[in-house]
């Protein structure tokens, strides 16, 4: 019998385990909604979305280096000049700290910047921060994933 309870416990256990991972919480489900509205937002050239999606304090960094403010980086997206014609994000994370959450995934896309089109890979680290119950993006970062 005290096998058995032990076994028991052991399955239990573990079973609890990995039902916890599968289970996310409001905050992490709150945050997915708002990276694939960002998503699309990006793909649709809505700059009306974006601006609601972000901070007016955002700091929007490039793989490149360049870092751009919330206007910047809505104008460039609205007027064409940093077109997104497809984007995925694949290997998510989510991270809630309190009232921020880190997110971190790879970013794969083609774009037709400039006409020219392109196909991208990215590292990208996302930083959101709950104001009055509503969740924005307050900085980006992205990074060249090693060949």
């Given at each position: 019998m005290k096998y058995f309870l032990a076994a028991l416990a052991v399955v239990l256990f573990q079973f609890s385990g990995s039902a916890q991972n599968s289970f996310k919480s409001k905050a992490e489900i709150a945050i997915a909604a708002r990276v694939e509205t960002l998503r699309?937002?990006?793909i649709d050239a809505d700059g009306s979305k974006l601006k609601a999606l972000t901070s007016i304090n955002l700091s929007y960094g490039h793989s490149n280096g360049v870092v751009q403010n919330q206007a910047v980086f809505i104008e460039k997206i609205v007027n064409g000049e940093?077109?997104?014609v497809t984007i995925e994000f694949q290997n998510q994370t989510i991270e809630i700290l309190?009232?921020?959450a880190i997110v971190r995934h790879n970013?794969?896309?083609h774009t037709k910047d400039g006409g020219v089109d392109k196909d991208?890979?990215?590292g990208i680290m996302l930083v959101w921060k709950k104001y009055k119950n509503k969740w924005l993006l307050i900085a980006r970062q992205a990074f060249k994933l090693p060949s």
């Open positions: 699309n937002a990006m940093s077109d997104f309190g009232d921020n970013l794969v896309a991208i890979k990215l």
